[in-house]
């Protein structure tokens, strides 16, 4: 079959077509960088500015006891879902960068008399440099592995090992069982980076006994530019999870205004400051677009899409180096190799063709199952064809 034919078949046959209106989007741009940056649900800018006049201007300050104050609570109940965790687990507020900051500590002091973290090495940049300034400030040693080398690098010194579910560069999806389980039999908690998979991957974080996990929510689950990211904490975890960022919103009781901190028993322990109600009511209507929706139908065809990327590009650009497994051990993004990469990734964006590019030399394509197109996969390699 012809690629445009197929294209069309494809998306024809797509039960999640209709899912597209629901989005904002551009029809002359053809959208691959929702990995970064998710587009936005088309309801949630009249959802805010309603919010701006109802519950800002209209009830000012009152509407902290009228639902802002536990929104972060709220609003990590329906993250929760996609993760795979019973209520009470998740919270939402602060970025990744910070939350990473506040699990990693947390863990250490989970699992004292043990000195060192160990680090998924080929980590996005930010959970490295978090770690090496926890391990700066507890006195614990940093070890960077590959995911593959973790059954022989733990031992009885690690305290915790932090890992990406799914690589930033390359795609590859790490095997979240069997990782956990590895590191629970030699003593250590886990802390997962769920940046790159919520929203795109069905996850069972209580299921698999997973500790603690991180993740951010501007780019599968649309939430908006510096949406506020999640924590998950076990409920076995919550009473000894001693977080550093001991800010008066983890209080048990903050209103009394205390001098003494005192943590709330519940995953609000997680949270610090005055949450970003905005930036929050943004991302808890982008949301409402996960109603009725089956993570498994959003994993199929993010691997379909990926699949057939693949075989456009096999029959567009032969010989091209593909950096993302072919196997369904991938996320929803396909990574090429590029000497000009940056170049060829301007040329692309020139034409309406939005990926991103990631140093050295990789062109970087997200897919995201609830708007991308499988005739902009085919339009994406054709255009990439051209101006290669
Ligand atoms: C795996 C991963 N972790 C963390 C971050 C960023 O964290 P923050 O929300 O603090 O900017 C990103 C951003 O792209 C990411 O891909």
Same mark, same amino acid.
């Given at each position: 079959?012809?690629?445009?034919t197929?294209?069309?078949a494809?998306?024809?046959?797509d039960?999640?077509?209709?899912?597209?209106?629901?989005?904002?989007?551009?029809?002359?741009?053809?959208?691959?960088?929702?990995?970064?940056?998710?587009?936005?649900p088309?309801?949630v800018?009249?959802?805010?500015?309603?919010?701006?006049?109802?519950q800002?201007?209209?009830?000012?300050?009152?509407?902290?006891?009228?639902?802002w104050?536990?929104?972060?609570?709220?609003?990590?109940?329906?993250?929760?879902?996609?993760?795979?965790?019973?209520?009470?687990?998740?919270v939402?507020?602060?970025?990744?960068?910070?939350?990473?900051?506040?699990?990693?500590v947390?863990?250490v002091?989970l699992?004292?008399g043990?000195?060192?973290?160990?680090?998924?090495?080929?980590?996005?940049?930010?959970?490295?440099?978090?770690?090496?300034?926890?391990a700066?400030l507890? @006195?614990?040693?940093?070890r *960077?592995?590959? #995911?593959g +080398?973790?059954? &022989?690098? $733990?031992s009885?010194?690690? =305290?915790?090992?932090?890992l990406?579910?799914?690589?930033y560069?390359?795609?590859?999806?790490?095997?979240m069982?069997?990782?956990?389980?590895?590191?629970?039999e030699?003593?250590?908690?886990?802390l997962?980076?769920?940046?790159?998979?919520?929203?795109?991957i069905?996850i069972?974080?209580?299921?698999?006994?997973v500790?603690?996990?991180v993740g951010?929510?501007?780019?599968?689950?649309?939430g908006?530019?510096g949406?506020?990211?999640?924590?998950?904490?076990?409920?076995r975890?919550l009473?000894?999870f001693?977080q550093?960022?001991a800010?008066?919103?983890?209080?048990?009781?903050?209103?009394?205004?205390g001098?003494?901190?005192?943590?709330?028993? @519940?995953?609000?322990?997680? *949270?610090?400051? #005055?949450? +970003?109600?905005? &930036?929050? $009511?943004?991302?808890?209507? =982008?949301?409402?677009?996960?109603?009725?929706?089956?993570?498994?139908?959003?994993r199929e065809?993010?691997?379909?899409?990926?699949?057939?990327?693949?075989?456009?590009?096999d029959?567009?650009?032969?010989?091209?180096?593909?950096?993302?497994?072919?196997?369904p051990?991938?996320?929803?993004?396909?990574?090429?190799a590029?000497?000009?990469?940056r170049?060829?990734?301007?040329?692309?964006?020139?034409r309406?063709?939005?990926?991103?590019f990631?140093?050295?030399?990789?062109?970087?394509?997200?897919?995201?199952?609830?708007?991308?197109?499988y005739?902009?996969v085919?339009?994406a390699?054709?255009?990439?064809?051209?101006v290669?």
């Amino acid at each position: 079959m012809m690629l445009e034919t197929e294209a069309e078949a494809l998306d024809e046959a797509d039960p999640l077509a209709a899912k597209r209106d629901e989005f904002d989007l551009d029809p002359e741009i053809a959208y691959f960088d929702g990995n970064s940056l998710g587009a936005p649900p088309r309801h949630v800018a009249e959802r805010l500015a309603g919010a701006v006049r109802e519950q800002w201007a209209g009830r000012l300050i009152r509407s902290w006891s009228e639902g802002w104050w536990e929104l972060p609570e709220r609003v990590g109940g329906r993250i929760a879902p996609l993760v795979g965790a019973a209520p009470g687990q998740v919270v939402v507020g602060d970025s990744t960068s910070v939350n990473l900051f506040k699990a990693l500590v947390a863990a250490v002091r989970l699992n004292p008399g043990r000195d060192e973290i160990l680090l998924d090495g080929d980590t996005f940049p930010t959970d490295g440099y978090i770690a090496g300034e926890v391990a700066r400030l507890t @006195g614990h040693t940093l070890r *960077r592995v590959r #995911t593959g +080398d973790l059954p &022989s690098a $733990l031992s009885e010194r690690t =305290a915790v090992v932090l890992l990406n579910h799914v690589d930033y560069v390359t795609g590859r999806l790490h095997d979240m069982a069997a990782l956990t389980a590895v590191a629970h039999e030699a003593g250590a908690l886990v802390l997962w980076d769920l940046c790159h998979s919520v929203g795109a991957i069905p996850i069972e974080l209580d299921v698999l006994d997973v500790d603690l996990a991180v993740g951010c929510t501007y780019k599968f689950l649309n939430g908006g530019p510096g949406s506020p990211a999640f924590v998950y904490v076990a409920t076995r975890l919550l009473g000894g999870f001693e977080q550093p960022l001991a800010g008066w919103a983890g209080h048990a009781d903050p209103f009394a205004m205390g001098a003494d901190y005192r943590a709330d028993p @519940g995953i609000s322990r997680a *949270r610090a400051g #005055t949450p +970003d109600i905005l &930036s929050m $009511l943004a991302l808890d209507a =982008a949301l409402d677009v996960w109603d009725g929706v089956s993570r498994v139908a959003v994993r199929e065809k993010g691997l379909a899409l990926g699949e057939f990327f693949l075989r456009c590009v096999d029959e567009l650009l032969p010989g091209t180096r593909v950096l993302t497994p072919r196997d369904p051990a991938r996320g929803h993004q396909i990574s090429l190799a590029d000497d000009a990469a940056r170049q060829t990734m301007d040329a692309l964006i020139a034409r309406g063709v939005i990926g991103d590019f990631r140093p050295p030399n990789v062109l970087r394509f997200g897919l995201a199952p609830l708007y991308t197109r499988y005739e902009e996969v085919l339009r994406a390699v054709t255009t990439l064809a051209k101006v290669r």
